[in-house]
């Protein structure tokens, strides 16, 4: 079931998810589409010339789909001490935040529409991990 979905604009070509907490420093993309601490998710996509298309589902265990035409860059679990989920610019410009309720550790799973770099689309599943 869909529970969000925001339209984002970033000047930086990285897109973060997860915790509305700091943004660890440490985490390096190199060549890879996606990167991930246990609270957050780094994401490359297209900057400065488009917006980010990005749609937040919740799996109930029916096995919630994304877009099949899209890729999965990172699938496993993160913390979310508060409960929240946050979308946004690794700037901290822009920033959509969803109350997310549930445990605090969650399977995620997210998919691109381009994940050689000019991905302008992403939808994020999160499952509730007990």
């Not at 529970?3 to 907490?21: C, K, T």
């Not at 937040?56 to 699938?75: E, W």
Request: with cysteine.
């Amino acid at each position: 079931m869909q529970i969000g979905g925001v339209d984002l604009y970033v000047n930086h070509p990285l897109m973060a998810l997860g915790s509305p907490d700091w943004i660890p420093d440490d985490l390096e993309l190199g060549e890879r589409s996606a990167v991930s601490s246990d609270t957050h998710i780094i994401v490359r996509v297209q900057a400065q010339t488009t917006l980010i298309k990005v749609r937040l589902f919740r799996d109930h265990g029916t096995g919630t789909a994304c877009d099949s035409s899209f890729t999965t860059v990172f699938d496993g679990t993160l913390y979310l001490a508060d409960r929240r989920f946050a979308i946004g610019d690794v700037m901290g410009e822009s920033r959509f935040v969803k109350y997310i309720g549930g445990p605090q550790q969650w399977r995620v799973r997210v998919s691109v529409d381009d994940p050689d770099r000019y991905a302008h689309a992403a939808d994020v599943v999160l499952q509730p991990q007990e």
